[in-house]
T-cell receptor, first 114, second 114 residues
Framework: AQSVTQLDSHVSVSEGTPVLLRCNYSSSYSPSLFWYVQHPNKGLQLLLKYTSAATLVKGINGFEAEFKKSETSFHLTKPSAHMSDAAEYFC????????????FGQGTTLQVKP | SQTIHQWPATLVQPVGSPLSLECTVEGTSNPNLYWYRQAAGRGLQLLFYSVGIGQISSEVPQNLSASRPQDRQFILSSKKLLLSDSGFYLCASLLPAASPEKLFFGSGTQLSVL
């Protein structure tokens, strides 16, 4: 069975400092992994995806994530936080078969302080 | 382009009352449709998915049901709401065989059961 665990429910950073949102996954096969962002009162937006190509994945808004099979991790990073990055972030893995069946982590709330 | 209409955006219902949330999709044909729920402080959980008219698969046992009376209409229902049904409900659409990052989400319905 597939699952994802987001290790922090809440992360607080100062504007201009690096962001690290941690995600570990469990999968019995080579997974497809994603990071989604959800801003208040808005829908989900795909940040980036990993689908067994390059292990370092670059996404929108300066975010990137590295797939580490040995550590079963897919942490999301950004060199310099912006106030507009404050949102809820979800690490997601797909289930086998129907590709719309996503398994979401519990979410990490990113707070960016001025 | 694809659009998902979900209504209402917010809903407050008493315990024991019925529920009907509607989702309609525009700009695509024969999509797979999904209902996800996000409980407070938790990630999204897949409730139902449908690969065609009248075809519904339930992912978790619960107080809710789903129906797909038309190709681009997906309805989430309950005969008697429970407190535990409170949450944020998202409808999503994905063309068959499309890669999972193409999953398209609606803007959601915030349901509060009091």
């Amino acid at each position: 069975a597939q699952s994802v665990t987001q290790l922090d429910s809440h992360v607080s950073v100062s504007e201009g400092t690096p962001v690290l949102l941690r995600c570990n996954y469990s999968s019995s096969y080579s997974p497809s992994l994603f990071w989604y962002v959800q801003h208040p009162n808005k829908g989900l937006q795909l940040l980036l995806k990993y689908t067994s190509a390059a292990t370092l994945v670059k996404g929108i808004n300066g975010f990137e994530a590295e797939f580490k099979k040995s550590e079963t991790s897919f942490h999301l990073t950004k060199p310099s936080a912006h106030m507009s990055d404050a949102a809820e972030y979800f690490c997601v893995v797909t289930r086998s078969g129907n590709t719309g069946k996503l398994i979401f982590g519990q979410g990490t709330t990113l707070q960016v302080k001025p | 382009s694809q659009t998902i209409h979900q209504w209402p955006a917010t809903l407050v219902q008493p315990v024991g009352s019925p529920l009907s949330l509607e989702c309609t999709v525009e700009g695509t044909s024969n999509p797979n449709l999904y209902w996800y729920r996000q409980a407070a402080g938790r990630g999204l959980q897949l409730l139902f998915y449908s690969v065609g008219i009248g075809q519904i698969s339930s992912e978790v046992p619960q107080n809710l049901s789903a129906s797909r009376p038309q190709d681009r209409q997906f309805i989430l229902s309950s005969k008697k709401l429970l407190l535990s049904d409170s949450g944020f409900y998202l409808c999503a659409s994905l063309l068959p065989a499309a890669s999972p990052e193409k999953l398209f989400f609606g803007s959601g319905t915030q349901l509060s059961v009091l």
